[in-house]
């Protein structure tokens, strides 16, 4: 069965640049969710979709921007990069239909800020 | 507000023996509860989920986890542990209005053989 698309899968970039991470969701899926996972520690809801539109919004700062697209894909953009935002960035989807409590996680793209 | 708290940082057992792995969880109105795992440099698993129903959910890999409402708990079980066991195990907890999850801090599984 498909699953997740997340790419790139590493991502190396140095302090003040900016960085793209993008999600391919489950097709038929509507719904998709970020997380951040820092070193040793557990995931956190950054934002999430609904149809192209932001539906949700956790911990995500001000430097890091995200949308959702007419093809359902979505993309996390983040500048002014810093040491700190070296993690784990999880993608999940879902649907908002009957079996919207069941999110499905992407492999994740590791970034490093150096 | 949903909460899920998982007390132990680290659980070691040796091979062939039961595991448990604590979850206790504070949500308003029903909860939906999840286990995930995860091996080092990889992405979360799914484990298995309450929703509704039997209290004792049977998921992926053996794992069984029991929920227990007076309690609070949903803890994870396995009867008789693997050494490919070993990894990192998270409870999480649905927010009911925005489908997002809540995760715990963590349970770091050390299978021994």
């Known amino acids: 069965a498909a699953g997740v698309i997340q790419s790139p899968r590493h991502l190396i970039k140095e302090k003040r640049e900016t960085a793209t991470l993008k999600c391919y969701p489950i097709p038929r899926h509507d719904t998709v969710y970020w997380y951040q996972q820092g070193p040793g520690q557990d995931p956190q809801f950054l934002i999430s979709f609904y149809e192209k539109m932001q539906s949700d919004k956790g911990s995500i700062p001000d430097r890091f921007s995200a949308q959702q697209f007419s093809d359902y894909h979505s993309e996390l953009n983040m500048s002014s990069l810093e040491l700190g935002d070296s993690a784990l960035y999880f993608c999940a989807s879902g649907t908002s239909g009957a079996r919207s409590y069941e999110q499905y996680f992407g492999p994740g793209t590791r970034l490093t800020v150096t | 507000a949903q909460s899920v708290a998982q007390p132990e940082d680290q659980v070691n057992v040796a091979e062939g023996n039961p595991l448990t792995v604590k979850c206790t969880y504070s949500?308003?109105?029903?909860?939906?509860l999840f286990w995930y795992v995860q091996y080092p440099n990889r992405g979360l698993q799914f484990l298995l989920k309450?929703?509704?129903?039997?209290?004792l959910v049977k998921g992926s890999y053996g794992f069984e986890a029991e929920f227990n409402k007076s309690q609070t708990s949903f803890h994870l079980k396995k009867p008789s542990a693997l050494v490919s066991d070993s990894a990192l195990y998270f409870c999480?907890?649905?927010?009911?209005?925005?489908?997002?999850?809540?995760f715990g801090s963590g349970t770091k599984l050390n299978v021994k053989p």
């Open positions: 309450y929703i509704t129903g039997d209290n």
């Open positions: 949500v308003s109105g029903n909860p939906y």
């Open positions: 999480a907890v649905r927010d009911n209005n925005f489908n997002k999850f809540y």
